[in-house]
């Protein structure tokens, strides 16, 4: 099997049952009962636009939650790799940064993440999208939700 890469400019997943199946279907499943109740208003037709709404807040909620634990190993991946690498000093540079801050220099190299972490506590990469694209070495991540 052919070893995959991943950089900055292709570390986005997509997971297509839900990007591209689901929400879309739903979408178009919601859209045409909208029209379909402003074509024939009644009872009848307003239920369908009940359960897509319903269906879409799910379907949201259900990526909302499993985005939220992901953080949350992020955060606890990230804890200890702090303490590894930075080891008494851990507390005090792991309380510095931001949630979206650890998830961005998470991609990191051990090598590079004391130099990285003193950039973003100096206000140097001020977004995630900075600190990704100061990521020399950067580490794969195939397991995101």
């Keep these: 099997m052919a070893e995959r890469t ?41 239920a369908p636009i009940v359960l897509g709404v319903g269906l879409i807040c799910a379907l949201l909620a259900s990526r909302i939650m499993a985005l939220a634990v992901q953080n949350r190993v ?5 804890r ?14 792991f309380s510095a940064l931001t949630l979206r ?24 990469l001020a977004t995630s999208r900075d600190v990704k694209q100061a990521i020399r070495d950067w580490q794969a991540d195939f397991l995101r939700a």
């Design 6 to 46: 991943q950089s900055y400019a292709t570390h986005r997943r997509f997971f297509p049952l839900f990007h591209f199946i689901a929400v879309p279907l739903i979408a178009l499943y919601t859209g045409y009962s909208v029209y379909v109740f402003v074509h024939a208003p009644s009872l009848a037709t307003a």
């Design 74 to 78: 992020i955060r606890l991946e990230m």
């Design 80 to 93: 200890l790799r702090f303490d590894r690498v930075f080891g008494a000093a851990a507390a005090d540079a």
């Design 101 to 124: 801050q650890l998830i961005s220099l998470r991609f990191a190299s051990d090598a590079e993440l004391p130099a990285l972490v003193q950039r973003v506590r100096a206000n140097e």
